[in-house]
């Protein structure tokens, strides 16, 4: 909660910070990898840096933090925050690089403000980024104990024992920690791995990727599809380093899973926080598992998940994608909806639809929604807005609809 004395300067300022924090951001990444360009190298993804989309979603955070504490100041945005917290668990993230942030970022602010930032208005934000900071680092604590980790996360080599070209884009591979006594760290249904690769100049970037199938298995699977460059972004070096460089028998440094689409949604800081599900509450619930693209990964752990609990009530699959080619692991995604007692798949592609599927984009009205069904979306930013609101519309509660973004997320409104 803001206090007496900030909560009013905030609201003032919030209006003139909010509109120069896009330009704020960029200066702050500028004097950030000036001053730390190890950040870059080896712990931000320089592709998303290049395409802006970082820079967007951290504005995007501050502002949806502030803006909380001024319309909300007895709760926290809880969502947003266990999201981010997670991410930064998957990438080491330590207590003590929020100071850093803190150094860079008011420096930025000072110098795009200028002298409307006076004492009294730098105390109050600096009051907001403590407030987030804290917060953060309370909940990445307990998400690295749960996991048996030291702040700032924990890595481990494990082997490629498999690999498997599932479409011309996407590639499965599966991973085995390397040593005799080395056994692989559970994890929930729903949950992403980061992969640390070192590039040809040398940098060491990371990328997360959900873990695939059953978390009963002795061997962990991730599926890659490859990133290829666009109108305003490049191509993944990530992706694209694994899909040509790797192969079985070579080794990737994994960190432990983390990640918070899992079934039940378990609140920040809760008991259950990365550890037993709890889907208890959701043994009498239908289900919406909708998905585009690669965003099929996380969806088909949590259907493995669905039929090792024996899951009764109606199970809504939703899939779209440019054609039946390239929809990657199709065929274990049907084979596991129809071993559900109610499960049902909607297929949608944007060409060479088959009969019992549909053409064009994923397009929910007039579909069998369940009622009282809680939903899970995965997929392009574009596929989930529209079929969040396709989904409000249909009766689906907004508490209801849970979502996983692969990269920088710039969805927090919703939540």
């Known amino acids: 909660m803001l206090s007496a004395k900030s909560a009013p300067v905030v609201r003032a300022t919030l209006p003139a910070v909010g509109a120069a924090i896009g330009e704020i951001t960029e200066l702050f990444y500028a004097k950030l990898f000036e001053a730390h360009p190890e950040l870059l190298r080896d712990l931000f993804n320089r592709g998303n840096q290049a395409a802006g989309t970082q820079r967007q979603a951290l504005a995007g955070s501050i502002a949806a933090f502030a803006t909380h504490l001024l319309e909300h100041p007895d709760t926290r945005p809880d969502a947003m925050l266990r999201r981010i917290a997670h991410k930064h668990a998957s990438l080491g993230v330590a207590p003590a690089q929020y100071e850093v942030v803190h150094r860079h970022l008011f420096a930025a602010i000072v110098e795009v403000l200028g002298e409307a930032v006076t004492p009294e208005v730098a105390a109050a934000w600096d009051e907001v980024y403590w407030l987030m900071a804290n917060a953060l680092i309370a909940v990445e604590e307990r998400l690295y104990a749960e996991q048996g980790c030291l702040p700032g996360g924990s890595w481990s080599e494990w082997e490629v024992v498999g690999r498997t070209e599932e479409t011309a884009d996407v590639v499965s591979f599966l991973l085995r920690p390397v040593g005799e006594d080395a056994r692989p760290l559970p994890y929930r249904a729903g949950q992403y791995v980061s992969v640390q690769v070192e590039l040809a100049d040398g940098a060491r970037q990371i990328r997360q990727y959900s873990l695939v199938g059953a978390t009963d298995a002795t061997v962990r699977q991730i599926s890659v599809k490859r990133e290829r460059a666009g109108a305003t972004t490049p191509a993944g070096e990530v992706s694209g380093h694994l899909h040509d460089h790797v192969r079985v028998g070579d080794t990737l ?80 995604q049907t084979a596991l909806t129809g071993k559900l007692p109610q499960g049902r798949t909607l297929y949608f592609y944007e060409r060479d639809a088959e009969p019992a599927d549909r053409s064009g984009l994923v397009d929910l009205e007039g579909a069998p929604i369940p009622a009282g069904a809680v939903a899970y979306l995965c997929g392009p930013l574009p596929f989930m807005r529209a079929v969040r609101a396709q989904l409000l519309a249909g009766g689906v509660a907004a508490a209801d609809i849970h979502y996983e973004v692969f990269g920088p997320d710039l969805w927090l409104g919703h939540r």
Do not use: C, K, W, Y
């Open 253 to 332: 440094r994994v960190s432990a899973p983390f990640g918070d689409l899992v079934l039940g949604g378990p609140e920040l800081g809760g008991p259950e926080l990365g550890g037993p599900g709890q889907g208890d509450d959701l043994a009498g619930r239908p289900i919406v598992l909708a998905s585009a693209g690669i965003g099929i990964t996380p969806m088909l752990s949590l259907l493995h998940e669905l039929h090792n609990r024996g899951h009764r009530p109606p199970v809504l699959v939703v899939h779209g994608d440019r054609s039946p080619a390239d929809h990657a692991l199709r065929a274990e």
